[in-house]
């Protein structure tokens, strides 16, 4: 089947997504934003038609869709080309509420799709060093992890849509804490039993700039997550995390994708992993294009997004009343089609 990739939504990671499929050599066929001059400049230099809206992608004949719009326009999208058995490959969230997923979730039933939840982080050069090791035994039995980020303020560089609750589902925990959140299910093959938050919004109200989370993972494990949106001038992004177990340890700098450094500790001695010259957007398209190819679900996939997502309004929930939320509990309360399913 020859590829006639679309890409809805032309900003950053609408960018990010067309170099990636430049890279493997798959043309981006077309571009949509209701933004003409963004889409005539991301579409130019692929020679890709620059269009005004995913309807008129899908009736120009595009049959791949990568999703790179704010995530409250994520249901409309994937319920247009679920509808029209388009593969997709949604940005992280792949929507903002549980009554979305669940809109999301039966669509992609009844038309048969499999879509992919874009988590990039599962494709770092670091991340998938340390699934290595992890899954060797390297370190042992894990029973701490912690991850701590400081990004950057929402400044005239971020998309004025990540100040908007109702446009991007939440501030810096759903845009950022979500990563770690899959991240940490992914490393340690384990699902979270509880979690407990705190957050802070700035004065005058808008999303979150601050989180501080508890996670309680099925396997025994323990961790802690925190987030901030430095407001700062002259503020550079800063992200690292930490891997404890009983026989090693690892701590991983992510400061920007180009600049990971991934330390190992194991038997007494230390390790540097050379990350450099990573393109995990590039493996991430990569994995996207092979399953439609070869006829197969994508991973991360829908599951992932799901169990994402609810993990982050979990958090939420936990932050508006003070409690601990437990994880099944709120499974079968907000995303009850899950257990039905099984």
Known sequence: MELRVGIAGAGSMGRAHAEAYARLGVPVFAVADT??????????????????????????????????LPHNLHLSAVLLCAERGIPLLIEKPHCCSAAEARLIHEACWEHGQTPMVGFTHRFLRSTRELERRLRS???????LVTDCLAARSLGPAAPAWYGDRKAAGGGITMIGTIHAVDRFRHLLGSELAAVQAVWREPE?????HVAVILLDFVSGAC????????????HERLHRYQIFGTRGEAACVVDEFSKQRLNIMTGGHTTNVDCAGDEPFTLEIGEFLSSIQEGRAPSPGLDDGEIALATVLAIYESARTGHRVQMEDFMKQHFPWRSESR
């Open 35 to 68: 933004d003409p001059e963004r889409a005539r400049t991301l579409a130019a230099p692929y020679g890709a038609r620059e269009l005004a809206s995913l309807e008129d992608m899908l009736e120009a004949g595009v049959n791949a869709v990568s999703v790179c």
């Open 137 to 143: 035994g390297e370190f042992g039995s894990v029973e």
């Open 204 to 208: 005058g109200g808008g999303v979150e």
């Open 223 to 234: 961790g802690s997550v925190a987030a901030y949106r430095s407001p700062a001038p002259g």
